[in-house]
Each structure stands twice: as structure tokens, then as C-alpha cells.
């Protein structure tokens, strides 16, 4: 059968032969046969086109379009790039046949494809009010659990985004992290931890534990949780198995823990008041050792990725890159120099983004090899950056020191056009998602901002 190509016209889609003869044909209900022949607008017996009548035709035609192992689609088409009229997404595209046909015959199928939509940015759609500043959010199902300065976590309906309730906690609530059933708050003004029944959400029951001074932050692995008392440099553990029912024991760790990131046995606490990590082996829970690998002056956070965790130190502008391979023998591998005060790292495969949040910055680091950075690019947001979150094509930046938050484009990451900005209220700090929108917890107003 000679070369020839299909495209797709107000009459449906029109046969164009190679070489000039045989003309444009026309088969309204876009099929392409399923067997050797002289593709043209005459009955060929068994080719699947042409047919002594429109009821053989469309008969022949609609066997031609079944996928199946013996008659697979293993033709491939070029696009013309033609969009249709009437302004769908609907283009034309160029089939190509062979000379040669294997046994069993192919099937070939011309049809019209849908583009994908482009992604759009999200852009501000609502503002919740909750009544007092917030200090994070946090998403689990289809409610949002915002934790306000004046002891409490709202509860937002996220189908509705409205508020469905009030649910009083401790002194100052600083982090809460979930797992199944429960919700966990730590209560950095009175060393407790909230712990918050969410089966039935929006109603919700609640208890507290006692943990160290301070603590700041949570996090949980299996049936232990893990909290960083940044005011006693201890970790409290807590077996949470029988929640709300809890036991604690705590350990040694170095000067203001203030963050922790867990990946497989071991648990990497900062410890904000100095230059190390601590290395927890919480194999045998609650029963831990530790060791600790000096990194850069103050680290605030570590994201893990892989075998390496990558620790922002907030006090010499740098992220340090640990091999944990061989946990707890861990390597440092290099020192990265960022921009100013880096508190937060966001990871979206092989990217790492910085917010610097001394500056007005994010830094873009190549981490394909983690032990060779290249010089990170830098990408201007607005004032004092304090959070990021990845959702699809999309990094949301929180300006803390501003009313932003900035929205990179990060297909290319190592060239991000210039961000554009969503104005959403004072002092927006930490950033949700529920995987279709952004909800934004700001600390110097009593809204929540919904980006959709």
C-alpha cells in the first residue's frame, strides 16, 4: 500500500495518497483498514473500506477500531499542529503507512485527540474567616485543621470552605501533624500535646499529654511520635498506638531541636541552637540511640530525598548535603551556599527549592548528583519567603514579610520566568493542599486564603 496521509476536515477525515494520484477521499466515519489494499473510495473485499454499502462499511469500520492483541494500535502519527475552528482543542493529525505489513494485519484507527488543558496557576477564589491569626494548617480528607495564636484549631469544611468548628487546645499551638484517627498539636507555651479524635470530624474530641519545654514541632513514624522540645533539647516520645491513651519517655539531643525528618529506622533532629543533626536509631522505640554529624551554624530544617537529607542552616546561609546511606555513619558530602537565611527546602524530583526567608529569594539547586551541586540559580519572590508547596507544574511561595504569595512556574526549574503574585493578606506563613487547591494560614490576619 502506497505512503498516504489522513487528516480531519468538516466532512470528516479525508484519505490524501502519496504521489499525487487518487485524490482526496472522504470517509466521514474515520476509520483506516485493518488490511492491505488500495486505500481508496471503492469497495476492496476485506479491506475494511469502501463496501458495497453503507451498512457493510460501517460494520467493516467498526471492526477496524477494536484494540486488541492480535490488532494493536502500533501505528504512530505526526500532529499537523492545525488547530480545528470553532476554538476547541481539537487538531488534526498525519497517519503513515508501510510498505511492509506484518501478520496479523495491524489496526489503524484516525480519530480526533483532545489536547490536554494547559495547567493554569491557581488564583486567590476565598477568604475564610477564623477569627484570630494562624500559625499552620494542616490537611487530612476534606477537612483543614488551622491553628490560630489564641490556642485553638478551626476546622475547615474543604468541599464548602467554610467554617464548621472550634476546638480549643493549648498555649500557643505551634505544628500539629495526623496520622489515621489523630491529630497531634504541639503546644509550644505549656510543654503539652494536644491530642485531637478526628474519626467523626467536625466533631471532634480532645486530650493532652505532657511533653518537654517548648516543644515545636512533630513528627510520626509507625506508632511513635517524635517532639522537638526546642526549650529543653530533648525529644519526647510518644507511643501513640493506644491513642488517645499515650506514654512518653524522651531523649537527649543537642542544643534547641526544633525540627525532625524520618526516613526508614532513623530520625534527624536540627538542633537550631548550634551546628549539628542528632541521628536517632528508632529501630527498637522507645528504646533509641544517638549519635550526631556536625552540619552548618543553626539549622532550621531537612528535607530527605533518597539516601541524602539536605539541611537548611539558617544561620550561615548554606545547605548541608548528608549521605544517610549508612545511617548512623553518616558522611557530609558538600556545602551549598544560598541565599540569605534559608528556613525551608521543598523537593519536586531532581530540584531542590530554597526559601530564604532573610531575603526576598528562592534558590534553585540541581540535586541529580548529590555529591557535585552546581552553583544554584536564584529566583527573586517577595519579602522574607517562609514556605513552599509543590502542586503540579507550580511552586507556591508564602511571603511572610509581605501580603504574597508568589507562584513559580517550575517546568524548567533551572530557568523559571519571572513569578507572578497572588495578593492575599498580611503576613501569609504556611502553605496546605489538598491536592486540587492552596489554602494559606497568615499571621497577621484572621483569614484563610483558598487559591483555586
Not at 482526496?24 to 481508496?40: K, M, S, Y
Not at 467493516?60 to 488547530?83: E, K
Not at 467523626?200 to 474530641?205: D, K
Not at 517562609?386 to 507544574?393: D, E, Q, R, V
Request: charged share 5%.
Amino acid at each position: 500500500m502506497p505512503n498516504g496521509s489522513f487528516w480531519v476536515g468538516k466532512g470528516g477525515f479525508n484519505y490524501k495518497r502519496s504521489g499525487g494520484a487518487g485524490g482526496r477521499r472522504n470517509f466521514a466515519l474515520g476509520l483506516i483498514t485493518n488490511q492491505p489494499a488500495d486505500v481508496n473510495n471503492t469497495y476492496v473485499a476485506g479491506a475494511g473500506v469502501g463496501a458495497s454499502s453503507i451498512a457493510t462499511r460501517r460494520a467493516r469500520m467498526l471492526h477496524a477500531t477494536v484494540n486488541t492483541p492480535q490488532y494493536p494500535y502500533n501505528r504512530m502519527f505526526n500532529r499537523l499542529g492545525l488547530q480545528m475552528s470553532g476554538g476547541s482543542n481539537d487538531y488534526a493529525y498525519n497517519w503513515y503507512f508501510n510498505d511492509v505489513w506484518p501478520n496479523p494485519y495491524p489496526v489503524f484507527k484516525g480519530q480526533v485527540q483532545s489536547t490536554p488543558t494547559p495547567e493554569v496557576p491557581k488564583s486567590l477564589c476565598s477568604n475564610i474567616n477564623v477569627g484570630s491569626n494562624q500559625n499552620f494548617i494542616a490537611i487530612s480528607g476534606n477537612y483543614a485543621y488551622v491553628l490560630t495564636s489564641l490556642g485553638a484549631v478551626k476546622v475547615i469544611d474543604t468541599t464548602s470552605n467554610a467554617l464548621v468548628n472550634t476546638i480549643s487546645v493549648g498555649s500557643a499551638p505551634t505544628y500539629i501533624a495526623i496520622s489515621g484517627n489523630y491529630a497531634y498539636v504541639t503546644n509550644y507555651g505549656d510543654g503539652t500535646v494536644s491530642v485531637l479524635n478526628i474519626t467523626n470530624s467536625p466533631s471532634i474530641s480532645t486530650t493532652s499529654v505532657t511533653v518537654g519545654n517548648n516543644p515545636s514541632y512533630i513528627a510520626i513514624s509507625g506508632n511513635y511520635a517524635y517532639v522537638a522540645n526546642t526549650g529543653g533539647n530533648t525529644v519526647s516520645v510518644l507511643n501513640i498506638t493506644n491513642s488517645p491513651s499515650i506514654s512518653t519517655t524522651s531523649v537527649t539531643v543537642g542544643n534547641n531541636p526544633n525540627y525532625i525528618a524520618i526516613s526508614g529506622n532513623y530520625a534527624y533532629v536540627a538542633n537550631g541552637g548550634g551546628n549539628t543533626v542528632s541521628v536517632l536509631n528508632i529501630t527498637n522505640s522507645p528504646s533509641i540511640s544517638t549519635t550526631s554529624v556536625t552540619v552548618g551554624n543553626n539549622p532550621t530544617y531537612i528535607a530527605i530525598s533518597g539516601n541524602y537529607a539536605y539541611v537548611a542552616n539558617g544561620g550561615g546561609n548554606t545547605i548541608s548535603v548528608l549521605n544517610i546511606t549508612n545511617s548512623p555513619s553518616i558522611s557530609t558530602l558538600t556545602s551549598v551556599a544560598v541565599g540569605e537565611v534559608p528556613i525551608y527546602i521543598a523537593i519536586s524530583g531532581n530540584y531542590a527549592y530554597v526559601a530564604n526567608g532573610g531575603g526576598n529569594t528562592v534558590s534553585v539547586l540541581n540535586i541529580t548528583t548529590p555529591s557535585s551541586i552546581s552553583t544554584p540559580t536564584s529566583v527573586t519572590v517577595g519579602n522574607n519567603p517562609n514556605y513552599i508547596a509543590i502542586l503540579g507544574n507550580y511552586a507556591y511561595v508564602a511571603n511572610t514579610g509581605g501580603n504574597t504569595v508568589s507562584v513559580l512556574n517550575i517546568t524548567t526549574p533551572l530557568s523559571i520566568p519571572t513569578p507572578t503574585s497572588v495578593t492575599v493578606g498580611n503576613g501569609p506563613q504556611f502553605i496546605a493542599n489538598n491536592g486540587n487547591n492552596i489554602y494559606v494560614a497568615k499571621s497577621y490576619e484572621n483569614t484563610v486564603s483558598v487559591l483555586c
